[in-house]
Protein backbone atom coordinates (compact mmCIF):
# COMPACT_ATOMS: atom_id res chain seq x y z
CA UNK A 1 0.00 0.00 0.00
CA UNK A 2 2.67 2.63 0.78
CA UNK A 3 4.43 1.75 -2.67
CA UNK A 4 1.46 2.21 -4.24
CA UNK A 5 1.32 5.94 -2.90
CA UNK A 6 4.75 6.41 -3.38
CA UNK A 7 4.73 5.81 -6.67
CA UNK A 8 1.26 7.99 -7.36
CA UNK A 9 3.74 10.88 -5.47
CA UNK A 10 6.57 10.82 -7.92
CA UNK A 11 3.84 10.74 -10.90
CA UNK A 12 2.54 13.81 -9.29
CA UNK A 13 5.71 15.19 -8.63
CA UNK A 14 6.85 14.35 -12.50
CA UNK A 15 3.24 16.01 -13.95
CA UNK A 16 3.93 19.26 -11.90
CA UNK A 17 7.57 19.51 -13.16
CA UNK A 18 6.61 18.97 -16.78
CA UNK A 19 3.90 21.29 -15.97
CA UNK A 20 6.17 24.13 -14.55
CA UNK A 21 8.41 23.27 -17.32
CA UNK A 22 6.00 24.00 -20.15
CA UNK A 23 5.20 27.29 -18.56
CA UNK A 24 8.66 28.17 -18.39
CA UNK A 25 9.06 27.28 -21.76
CA UNK A 26 5.99 29.52 -23.17
CA UNK A 27 6.77 32.29 -20.76
CA UNK A 28 10.84 32.07 -22.38
CA UNK A 29 9.34 32.00 -26.05
CA UNK A 30 7.08 34.62 -25.78
CA UNK A 31 9.12 37.08 -24.51
CA UNK A 32 11.53 36.05 -26.95
CA UNK A 33 9.12 37.54 -29.63
CA UNK A 34 8.23 40.50 -27.96
CA UNK A 35 11.84 41.75 -27.76
CA UNK A 36 12.09 40.79 -31.94
CA UNK A 37 8.96 42.81 -32.20
CA UNK A 38 10.46 45.96 -30.53
CA UNK A 39 13.75 45.69 -31.44
CA UNK A 40 13.66 45.18 -35.15
CA UNK A 41 12.19 47.96 -37.62
CA UNK A 42 11.17 47.44 -41.19
CA UNK A 43 12.75 50.51 -43.28
CA UNK A 44 10.10 52.59 -45.17
CA UNK A 45 11.29 52.61 -48.87
CA UNK A 46 10.19 55.84 -50.73
CA UNK A 47 10.72 55.02 -54.56
CA UNK A 48 12.05 57.55 -57.06
CA UNK A 49 10.60 58.93 -60.49
CA UNK A 50 13.95 59.16 -62.99
CA UNK A 51 14.33 59.96 -66.27
CA UNK A 52 14.95 57.15 -68.79
CA UNK A 53 16.37 59.16 -71.88
CA UNK A 54 20.18 58.73 -71.17
CA UNK A 55 22.41 55.72 -71.91
CA UNK A 56 24.93 56.68 -68.76
CA UNK A 57 23.34 58.76 -66.67
CA UNK A 58 20.00 59.43 -65.20
CA UNK A 59 18.28 61.96 -63.02
CA UNK A 60 15.56 62.00 -60.05
CA UNK A 61 12.79 63.78 -58.74
CA UNK A 62 14.95 64.38 -55.67
CA UNK A 63 17.15 66.40 -57.95
CA UNK A 64 20.02 63.93 -58.34
CA UNK A 65 22.38 62.97 -61.10
CA UNK A 66 23.96 60.07 -61.22
CA UNK A 67 25.47 57.07 -63.30
CA UNK A 68 22.60 54.74 -64.26
CA UNK A 69 24.68 51.47 -63.21
CA UNK A 70 24.92 53.35 -59.67
CA UNK A 71 21.43 54.28 -59.05
CA UNK A 72 19.69 52.06 -55.77
CA UNK A 73 18.49 48.65 -57.26
CA UNK A 74 15.54 49.00 -54.79
CA UNK A 75 14.66 52.82 -54.92
CA UNK A 76 15.63 53.42 -58.07
CA UNK A 77 16.97 57.04 -56.59
CA UNK A 78 20.58 58.14 -57.01
CA UNK A 79 22.78 58.16 -54.01
CA UNK A 80 22.57 61.33 -52.54
CA UNK A 81 26.06 62.37 -52.82
CA UNK A 82 26.80 64.51 -55.98
CA UNK A 83 25.26 68.40 -56.11
CA UNK A 84 21.28 68.93 -55.70
CA UNK A 85 20.00 70.78 -58.54
CA UNK A 86 23.05 70.46 -60.65
CA UNK A 87 23.16 73.16 -63.26
CA UNK A 88 26.07 71.36 -64.64
CA UNK A 89 26.00 72.56 -68.38
CA UNK A 90 23.41 74.90 -68.34
CA UNK A 91 22.70 78.90 -69.38
CA UNK A 92 20.75 80.11 -66.82
CA UNK A 93 19.84 83.21 -68.77
CA UNK A 94 18.37 80.99 -71.61
CA UNK A 95 17.44 78.16 -68.84
CA UNK A 96 18.26 76.13 -71.52
CA UNK A 97 21.02 72.68 -70.82
CA UNK A 98 23.45 70.82 -73.67
CA UNK A 99 22.56 67.41 -71.51
CA UNK A 100 18.60 65.90 -70.78
CA UNK A 101 19.35 64.45 -67.26
CA UNK A 102 21.12 68.43 -65.59
CA UNK A 103 18.60 70.18 -67.71
CA UNK A 104 15.84 67.91 -65.00
CA UNK A 105 18.51 68.29 -62.10
CA UNK A 106 18.41 72.36 -62.68
CA UNK A 107 14.41 72.55 -63.69
CA UNK A 108 13.69 70.61 -60.43
CA UNK A 109 15.44 74.16 -58.31
CA UNK A 110 12.10 75.42 -56.61
CA UNK A 111 14.02 78.90 -56.94
CA UNK A 112 14.07 78.53 -61.27
CA UNK A 113 10.78 76.57 -61.36
CA UNK A 114 7.32 77.80 -59.76
CA UNK A 115 5.50 74.30 -58.63
CA UNK A 116 2.46 76.71 -58.54
CA UNK A 117 2.73 77.97 -62.25
CA UNK A 118 3.80 74.46 -63.47
CA UNK A 119 1.25 72.47 -61.99
CA UNK A 120 -1.37 75.08 -63.58
CA UNK A 121 0.16 73.87 -67.35
CA UNK A 122 -1.49 71.60 -69.90
CA UNK A 123 0.23 68.77 -71.19
CA UNK A 124 -0.47 69.16 -74.47
CA UNK A 125 -2.42 72.26 -76.15
CA UNK A 126 -6.07 70.62 -76.42
CA UNK A 127 -8.09 71.64 -74.37
CA UNK A 128 -9.35 68.02 -72.86
CA UNK A 129 -5.52 67.64 -72.22
CA UNK A 130 -4.40 67.01 -67.94
CA UNK A 131 -2.32 69.25 -66.38
CA UNK A 132 1.00 68.07 -65.20
CA UNK A 133 0.56 65.71 -62.08
CA UNK A 134 4.37 67.32 -60.27
CA UNK A 135 7.30 69.53 -61.60
CA UNK A 136 9.20 66.56 -62.36
CA UNK A 137 6.60 66.08 -64.78
CA UNK A 138 6.94 68.71 -66.16
CA UNK A 139 10.84 69.19 -66.00
CA UNK A 140 11.41 65.91 -67.51
CA UNK A 141 8.49 66.01 -70.52
CA UNK A 142 9.32 70.29 -70.94
CA UNK A 143 13.52 68.92 -71.07
CA UNK A 144 12.98 66.61 -73.30
CA UNK A 145 11.21 68.75 -76.16
CA UNK A 146 10.98 72.38 -77.17
CA UNK A 147 9.81 73.61 -80.21
CA UNK A 148 12.06 76.85 -79.34
CA UNK A 149 15.04 75.10 -79.30
CA UNK A 150 14.53 73.75 -82.80
CA UNK A 151 15.23 75.71 -86.19
CA UNK A 152 13.89 74.26 -89.42
CA UNK A 153 11.95 71.59 -87.57
CA UNK A 154 14.74 69.77 -88.06
CA UNK A 155 17.91 71.17 -86.86
CA UNK A 156 18.85 72.09 -83.82
CA UNK A 157 19.92 75.83 -82.81
CA UNK A 158 22.98 75.44 -80.73
CA UNK A 159 24.33 72.51 -78.40
CA UNK A 160 22.00 73.80 -75.36
CA UNK A 161 18.75 72.45 -76.58
CA UNK A 162 17.56 70.80 -73.59
CA UNK A 163 15.05 73.62 -72.22
CA UNK A 164 13.14 74.13 -69.13
CA UNK A 165 11.88 77.68 -69.12
CA UNK A 166 7.99 78.11 -68.81
CA UNK A 167 6.50 78.35 -72.41
CA UNK A 168 6.32 81.60 -74.32
CA UNK A 169 2.70 82.32 -74.01
CA UNK A 170 1.67 86.03 -73.40
CA UNK A 171 2.91 89.15 -74.63
CA UNK A 172 3.41 90.53 -71.21
CA UNK A 173 6.68 89.49 -70.93
CA UNK A 174 8.29 89.79 -67.71
CA UNK A 175 11.61 88.88 -68.28
CA UNK A 176 12.32 90.33 -71.92
CA UNK A 177 15.74 89.38 -70.79
CA UNK A 178 15.01 85.26 -70.36
CA UNK A 179 13.10 86.21 -74.00
CA UNK A 180 16.03 87.78 -75.99
CA UNK A 181 17.94 84.81 -75.02
CA UNK A 182 15.65 82.49 -76.48
CA UNK A 183 16.30 83.90 -79.86
CA UNK A 184 20.35 82.30 -79.40
CA UNK A 185 21.24 81.88 -83.54
CA UNK A 186 18.25 84.16 -84.53
CA UNK A 187 18.91 87.03 -86.98
CA UNK A 188 15.94 89.14 -86.13
CA UNK A 189 14.40 91.38 -89.34
CA UNK A 190 12.66 94.56 -89.99
CA UNK A 191 10.41 93.98 -92.62
CA UNK A 192 9.28 96.28 -95.78
CA UNK A 193 5.87 97.79 -95.90
CA UNK A 194 3.43 94.55 -96.93
CA UNK A 195 6.14 92.18 -97.02
CA UNK A 196 5.69 88.62 -95.70
CA UNK A 197 9.05 87.40 -93.44
CA UNK A 198 9.13 84.12 -95.69
CA UNK A 199 10.49 87.00 -98.21
CA UNK A 200 12.01 89.27 -96.00
CA UNK A 201 14.58 86.01 -95.01
CA UNK A 202 14.86 84.94 -97.97
CA UNK A 203 16.01 88.35 -99.19
CA UNK A 204 19.11 87.85 -96.73
CA UNK A 205 19.67 84.15 -98.25
CA UNK A 206 18.13 82.69 -94.98
CA UNK A 207 14.56 81.33 -93.75
CA UNK A 208 11.78 82.50 -91.92
CA UNK A 209 11.64 80.44 -87.98
CA UNK A 210 7.99 79.79 -87.60
CA UNK A 211 8.57 78.82 -83.77
CA UNK A 212 10.33 81.73 -82.93
CA UNK A 213 7.35 84.29 -84.21
CA UNK A 214 5.62 83.56 -80.83
CA UNK A 215 9.26 84.63 -78.56
CA UNK A 216 9.20 88.49 -80.65
CA UNK A 217 5.26 88.69 -79.69
CA UNK A 218 6.31 90.96 -76.61
CA UNK A 219 5.69 94.14 -77.06
CA UNK A 220 9.78 94.58 -74.70
CA UNK A 221 11.08 92.88 -77.90
CA UNK A 222 9.14 94.44 -80.37
CA UNK A 223 10.30 97.93 -78.51
CA UNK A 224 13.70 97.28 -78.77
CA UNK A 225 13.68 96.76 -82.98
CA UNK A 226 10.69 99.20 -84.08
CA UNK A 227 10.25 102.56 -82.61
CA UNK A 228 6.55 102.18 -81.72
CA UNK A 229 5.88 105.82 -81.09
CA UNK A 230 2.05 104.82 -80.87
CA UNK A 231 2.37 102.51 -78.14
CA UNK A 232 2.20 98.57 -78.40
CA UNK A 233 -1.31 96.85 -78.77
CA UNK A 234 -3.04 93.86 -78.94
CA UNK A 235 -4.46 92.70 -82.39
CA UNK A 236 -5.37 90.02 -84.49
CA UNK A 237 -3.38 88.96 -87.22
CA UNK A 238 -1.23 86.63 -88.95
CA UNK A 239 1.28 89.37 -90.09
CA UNK A 240 2.38 90.24 -86.25
CA UNK A 241 4.05 90.93 -84.78
CA UNK A 242 4.35 93.86 -86.16
CA UNK A 243 4.49 97.40 -86.75
CA UNK A 244 1.85 100.45 -88.51
CA UNK A 245 3.49 102.30 -91.07
CA UNK A 246 2.94 106.36 -90.36
CA UNK A 247 1.10 106.97 -93.86
CA UNK A 248 -1.32 104.75 -92.48
CA UNK A 249 -5.48 105.12 -91.87
CA UNK A 250 -6.02 106.73 -88.65
CA UNK A 251 -8.23 103.99 -87.69
CA UNK A 252 -5.08 101.77 -87.64
CA UNK A 253 -3.11 103.96 -84.92
CA UNK A 254 0.27 104.79 -87.37
CA UNK A 255 3.34 104.20 -85.75
CA UNK A 256 1.59 102.08 -82.86
CA UNK A 257 3.14 98.00 -82.67
CA UNK A 258 1.25 95.17 -83.06
CA UNK A 259 1.30 91.77 -80.92
CA UNK A 260 -1.60 89.02 -81.06
CA UNK A 261 -3.27 87.61 -78.53
CA UNK A 262 -3.85 84.23 -80.88
CA UNK A 263 -0.67 83.11 -80.91
CA UNK A 264 -2.50 80.27 -83.52
CA UNK A 265 -1.99 82.56 -86.21
CA UNK A 266 1.04 83.67 -86.58
CA UNK A 267 2.58 82.66 -89.82
CA UNK A 268 5.96 83.49 -91.78
CA UNK A 269 3.70 84.35 -94.58
CA UNK A 270 1.04 86.87 -92.69
CA UNK A 271 1.55 90.03 -94.65
CA UNK A 272 -0.61 93.50 -94.60
CA UNK A 273 -0.31 96.20 -96.67
CA UNK A 274 -0.18 98.65 -93.63
CA UNK A 275 2.60 96.71 -91.20
CA UNK A 276 6.32 96.26 -91.57
CA UNK A 277 6.85 93.00 -89.84
CA UNK A 278 9.34 91.89 -87.03
CA UNK A 279 11.00 88.33 -88.48
CA UNK A 280 12.93 85.71 -86.89
CA UNK A 281 15.66 84.22 -89.94
CA UNK A 282 18.19 81.56 -89.53
Known sequence: MMEVCASASRRRNITGLRILL???????FTSTVTAIR???GFQIIHPCKT???GRYLLSDDNGYVCNA????SRS?????????FSCHGCNLLSQCCNSYEYCVS????????????VLKMKVAKLATARTYASVFDYCAGRCRHSSESVVHE????SDFHHCFSLPSNSSSGKNSTLTEARLNGINVVVGRQGETCNSVCKLRG???????LVVLNHCDIIEKYMSCKGSCLASVGADQPAEVVYDAPMHLNPGSCLYTETLSILSCNGSHQHTRRLCPCA
Open 38 to 40: KDI
Open 22 to 28: LILFIFH
Open 51 to 53: TVQ
Open 154 to 157: NAYI
Open 106 to 117: CCLNPALTSKEQ
Open 76 to 84: RCCTQTGEK
Open 206 to 212: QSCVPNK
Open 69 to 72: VSVN
